[in-house]
């Protein structure tokens, strides 16, 4: 099997077993739905204000929930299903890659069900560009999938690991939120997005290198 | 001549705790070993160093012609068969759709699922999900997975937790059968009587020490 398509079968795995725990399905995006239903019960509904603070608000709850999606516990491994899978001679890169595609995908999911949420909300008036928002999703979903994977190896085995991966993941994502929120404030305004764009784009890449080349020795770190 | 599983003078720490102590083996081909032991005597830590799955911390070994705590034991892990104390399954999955996740990864064909699963007389709860089945049953279908990948060495944790009369004939098979491929197999309970029953030489750990 090449890496590719043993990266396919984890990540098949990966959804299957996420499909029938419904751990994100019925819990995380429900609740984060309903965070977003926050700020408009506290302020009047006419208050302009809140479609100022829209996107935002959705960049932001995409943040935590999506922490929640990416550190969701059947995306650990115990340690026999790890060990069953490196007696195989699985590629550990290989299997960063096919977690990073499975919850990159729940995160895709999460942001189509949070988006028009948003819009209904907040009713903040779509940009003319707005398709231009799709790829900026993308790579926000793809960045914290790879983040939460990186965390979620490293706090393994920790004690303290429910504490520490979001301790992880919060900073290291801070670059993808910031720049996300930036590139829907100039849609808004009509101006180009190209440096928020680049900045996902770096930064996803960064993470992805990091989180390939770490896998192997993180496994091995295991005892 | 050249042993699959070689240990000389071999300690294991885990943290600050020593597990295992200048622990000495050689398994020869065809052979197959039982070491019996009282919880913490750190079976459950040798069969992982068999396996390859953790470093000594100190002396030097091989299995299956891999240097132990090198980077090279790659190539000998395709090899090796591990029976853990809990299963290798995903409780969400079924029983086949475990097998065959493990199978595709290993690159055997999927009709060997299910003439495995009708083997080791799970057939007709092929489509039961993991989480809902017995321990046995998990235990069958870990067992199925080494059937599944003919290993040359085989290291077997507690193999008969959990398993009726008949279940057990397969742990006896399954030795059987690598011993006549020429390999070997290390098994460690705490129950002397059951390891008479499949294994040829049997050893004592005591706190970390073969005996």
């Not at chain 1, 979903?141 to 490293?154: C, E, F, K, S």
Request: net charge neutral; glycine share 10%.
């Amino acid at each position: 099997m090449t890496a590719w398509t043993v990266a396919a079968e984890i990540a098949r795995k990966d959804l299957r077993v996420e499909l029938r725990s419904g751990e994100v399905l019925w819990i995380t995006i429900p609740f984060g739905v309903v965070a977003l239903f926050l700020v408009p019960l506290a302020l009047p509904l006419d208050n302009p204000l809140l479609a100022r603070v829209g996107s935002p608000m959705y960049w932001v709850v995409l943040l935590l929930f999506g922490m929640t999606i990416a550190l969701r516990g059947s995306a650990v491994p115990t340690e026999p299903q790890r060990d069953a899978l490196r007696l195989l001679g699985v590629d550990p890169a290989a299997r960063f890659a096919g977690r990073v595609a499975a919850t990159s995908m729940l995160l895709w999911a999460f942001q189509i069900v949070l988006a028009p949420a948003t819009f209904v909300l907040y009713q903040t008036p779509l940009p003319p560009s707005w398709g231009l928002l799709i790829p900026v999703g993308l790579g926000v979903g793809l960045g914290l999938a790879v983040v939460g994977t990186i965390a979620a190896d490293v706090t393994r085995g920790l004690r303290s690991r429910t504490a520490l991966a979001p301790l992880l993941v919060a900073p290291l994502s801070a670059p993808l939120l910031v720049a996300a929120a930036q590139a829907s404030e100039s849609l808004a305004n009509g101006d180009s997005i190209l440096l928020p764009a680049l900045i996902i784009a770096f930064t996803v890449l960064g993470l992805a290198v990091v989180g390939v080349l770490t896998a192997g020795p993180l496994e091995e770190s295991a005892q | 001549m050249t042993h699959p599983v070689d240990l000389v003078d071999i300690s294991v720490r885990v943290g600050r705790t020593e597990i295992l102590r200048g622990l000495d083996l050689k398994v020869a081909s065809g052979e197959s070993v039982g070491i019996e032991g009282a919880n913490g005597a750190g079976k459950t830590t040798l069969l992982r160093l068999l396996a390859t799955l953790i470093r000594p911390a100190s002396g030097a070994g091989s299995v299956l012609g891999a240097r132990l705590g090198s980077d090279d034991v790659g190539a000998a892990r395709a090899h090796i068969g591990l029976l853990a104390h809990e299963p290798a399954v995903y409780p969400e999955l079924t029983l086949h759709e475990n097998l065959g996740f493990y199978a595709r990864l290993a690159g055997r064909p999927a009709g060997r699922v299910d003439e495995l699963l009708d083997g080791i007389g799970l057939g007709r709860a092929a489509h039961r999900r993991a989480g809902d089945a017995s321990q046995g049953m998990l235990r069958r279908v870990d067992l199925a997975r080494l059937l599944l990948l003919e290993p040359t060495l085989v290291l077997l944790d507690e193999p008969h937790a959990g398993l009726d009369t008949d279940a057990e004939k397969l742990i006896a098979a399954l030795i059987a059968d690598v011993r006549a491929r020429n390999g070997c197999a290390v098994v460690v309970s705490h129950d002397a009587a059951r390891l008479r029953d499949v294994t040829g030489r049997r050893l004592r750990l005591d706190l970390g020490t073969l005996v």
